[in-house]
């Protein structure tokens, strides 16, 4: 297998359209599109991924929104929400995604670090919803590993481990995020 290396860029305030034409010509081989901020998929910007997608030998991939999105939330309306718009992302970008879609595993909140089991269901019940809903578009969802900073769920192998065994599908696998992993000392 044949390493690709991709760009993403979390800075959704900047219009990818500025610089992703030159990607390819830097040496990338794929764009992670962040599916938030200027970066969602729809409308005008939608037409402008479908010229990348038609025009370029770029891979893309997708990022599911992450700012206020948490799938180990306890509060159920939130929970909810945060599936929502994961899915809606996914349907929006399905048609220029090779393969994988990369979704966090969750924040620990005031109330669920005192339930982190009940957070670890919550984001294994919610990977599962997600994988089920990627595999009728053909798409794999990546859970991703996260930063040192205590809240945050998927900071260490044994908790991405116990996150995949628990959701237990065949279109679930790991994003390793090299620069987080560098953070909690595990590589």
Known sequence: MELKISFSLVDATVSPLKWVYQLEEVGFQGWEIVGEGLQRVEGEFKERVKEVYQTTNLIISLHAPLSDINIAS???????????????SIKNAHEFIEDICVV????LSPLSV???DRAFEKAIT???ILCDFASE???????????????LMGRYPAELVRIVKGVNRDNLGICLDVAHANTTKTL
Do not use: C, D, F
């Open 74 to 88: 306890v509060n159920e309306r939130i929970w909810e929400e945060s599936i929502r718009q994961i899915k809606e």
């Open 126 to 128: 919610g990977l599962q």
């Open 137 to 151: 578009y053909g798409l794999r969802i990546a859970v991703e590993n996260l930063t040192s900073a205590n809240m």
């Open 114 to 116: 005192q339930m982190p």
């Open 104 to 107: 966090h595993p969750g924040v």
